[in-house]
């Protein structure tokens, strides 16, 4: 069965230094990966998404995450903070074996101090 | 505008009174589903649709219904609704295309007293 954990459950960086957030996945199958952002009181926007292509993958608004199946990880990184990045981020699975069913993280809360 | 429409926004109801929260895509997606989000635990699968007439459970089914008539619509429905479905919820809607996303309603937030 598929699943993701995400390492931290709330990350703080200052403005204008890198974010690093931590995803592992547990799929039977060659997974798509995606990574999601919600903003206070909105609906969930994606970032970027890993279909198998390049194993790093750009997105919007800077950020970037890379493939690895050896470590079963797609961290998403962003060289320098911004204050409009403060959201939650969600790490999602899906295994086309397994049905279409998106299986989500539990999600990491990013801050961003001035 | 490519969306998905979720109605109502809020909602504050009584434990026992029957709910209908509506789901509505203008994007000709086959694929359909209802999430709820409670913290710590991201979102979770209630019920999805792979096209019309053809749903089937998610994760956390108990509670709800769900019926696909047409391909734009995607009720939840809550027959008698129970503090413990106090959450919010997702609709999402995706092609039917391998690999493609799923683009998500602005969310419903239901509270049963």
């Known amino acids: 069965a598929q699943s993701v954990t995400q390492l931290d459950s709330h990350v703080s960086v200052s403005e204008g230094t890198p974010v690093l957030l931590r995803c592992n996945y547990s799929?039977?199958?060659?997974?798509?990966l995606f990574w999601y952002v919600q903003h206070p009181n909105k609906g969930l926007q994606l970032l970027l998404k890993?279909?198998?292509?390049?194993?790093l993958v750009k997105g919007i608004n800077g950020f970037e995450a890379e493939f690895k199946k050896s470590e079963t990880s797609f961290h998403l990184t962003k060289p320098s903070a911004h204050m409009s990045d403060a959201a939650e981020y969600f790490c999602?699975?899906?295994?086309?074996?397994?049905?279409?069913?998106?299986?989500f993280g539990p999600g990491t809360r990013l801050s961003v101090l001035p | 505008e490519a969306q998905v429409t979720q109605n109502p926004r809020y909602l504050i109801t009584v434990t026992g009174k029957k709910l209908t929260v509506t789901c509505s895509q203008n994007?000709?997606?086959?694929?359909m589903s209802w999430y709820r989000q409670d913290p710590g635990l991201g979102l979770r699968q209630i019920y999805y649709?792979?096209?019309?007439?053809?749903?089937d459970k998610g994760d956390v089914p108990e509670g709800y219904k769900v019926s696909r008539k047409e391909k734009r619509n995607f009720p939840l429905i809550l027959e008698s609704p129970s503090p413990n479905q106090t959450s919010l919820y997702f609709c999402?809607?995706?092609?039917?295309?391998?690999?493609?996303?799923?683009?998500f309603g602005d969310g419903t937030r239901l509270s049963i007293l």
């Open positions: 799929s039977s199958y060659s997974p798509s």
């Open positions: 994007m000709n997606h086959e694929y």
């Open positions: 999602v699975v899906m295994d086309w074996s397994y049905g279409q069913n998106f299986v």
């Open positions: 890993y279909t198998s292509a390049a194993t």
């Open positions: 649709s792979m096209n019309v007439e053809v749903t």
């Open positions: 999402a809607s995706r092609d039917g295309q391998r690999n493609q996303p799923q683009h």
